[in-house]
């Protein structure tokens, strides 16, 4: 019996379904309809983000829950927020007022606030995370190019990770977590097109590693980091037919997938989104039991580069 040739198109949507099969399975851990959660973190039982309100769409607010499901306000009133990362009991995260936007450390256990002496990227909220003395964080030079920075909150020492060109681009921080510290750059380049590239930093040695991408996929972002050094990113790869959605810089189609490296091993997919779906930040910790906690958000819906829906919150277990 000859056999049959399959159409490209179903081809793809059949190993992609394998993939999806093969792939974690990813809980939601926060929606309310109206509302945008973002830029999730955890440890310990806690999960922090933030989110706006249905009255007020553009003023965010940090929040923390605890693992009784008790939610505070991180921000203090008066403030905005932008979420960060956690350690033990101390959360970083943004926080900005008419005087500015500041790095600010939070005790969960005594409530206490520390502002750190340290200058960013207003605009871009700075993205802090900390691990141990180590808060990597979005900064920016006198002549307004980004930065990724880190800090030691112990000594004051402050490390200048990459910077990005004096136009058509940027450099952005991931996470800081034990030893290795993970950021991006954007470049953009003609009309509607762009570039981009994931780094990892070794903070004892110095070490820059750029993480290598496979020909044909289209975008590599988000990036998340564990203290074994294995990282989590996102990855936008082309495909067709139904289920593909069009990408947000041009009407190429493609799907969305959260990808795991370890340290010196084979990159594999951890998640396939559905619909078109895209994350925001993504935060790996501990998980209890072994492997590791990935939080992150998800935006509902990409069509003809615009969202459909509110972004909700997820988390993934995935290796150590």
């Not at 564990?226 to 139904?242: D, Y």
């Amino acid at each position: 019996m000859p056999r049959l040739a399959l159409p490209f198109a179903l081809l793809v949507l059949f190993a992609l379904a394998a993939t999806a099969l093969a792939a974690s399975h990813a809980t939601r851990i926060q929606s309310k309809n109206g509302q945008d959660a973002l830029r999730p973190f955890g440890a310990g039982g806690y999960v922090g983000f933030q989110e706006n309100s249905v009255a007020h769409r553009n003023h965010y607010d940090v929040f923390l829950r605890a693992p009784s499901g008790q939610t505070i306000q991180v921000n203090r009133p008066g403030t905005t927020g932008e979420a960060g990362g956690i350690e033990g009991n101390t959360v970083i995260y943004s926080e900005g007022s008419h005087a500015g936007t500041t790095l600010t450390l939070y005790d969960i256990a005594t409530g206490q606030y520390t502002p750190l002496p340290v200058t960013g990227k207003p605009a871009a909220g700075l993205h802090p995370t900390v691990s141990g003395p180590w808060v990597l964080y979005w900064g920016e030079t006198a002549s307004h190019r980004s930065t990724v920075q880190l800090y030691n909150i112990q000594t004051g020492e402050n490390r200048i990770l990459g910077t990005g060109p004096a136009r058509d681009g940027y450099v952005y921080p991931g996470q800081v977590n034990g030893d290795h510290a993970v950021w991006g750059n954007v470049l953009h380049y003609g009309k509607r097109r762009q570039t981009d590239a994931l780094f990892l930093t070794q903070i004892s040695t110095g070490k820059t590693t750029a993480l290598k991408r496979p020909r044909g996929e289209l975008y590599e972002y988000t990036p998340a980091v564990t203290p074994q050094g294995t990282v989590f990113f996102t990855r936008q790869r082309p495909c067709s037919g139904r289920g593909c959605q069009s990408r947000v810089h041009n009407t190429q189609r493609a799907v969305n997938q959260i990808m795991v490296q370890p340290l010196g091993g084979k990159q594999r997919v951890l998640l396939t989104l559905p619909h078109g779906d895209d994350t925001g930040s993504l935060f790996a910790a501990p998980a209890p039991g072994g492997g590791t906690t990935l939080f992150f958000g998800r935006y509902p819906w990409l069509r003809n580069g615009k969202f459909y829906g509110y972004s909700s919150l997820f988390q993934v277990h995935g290796p150590a």
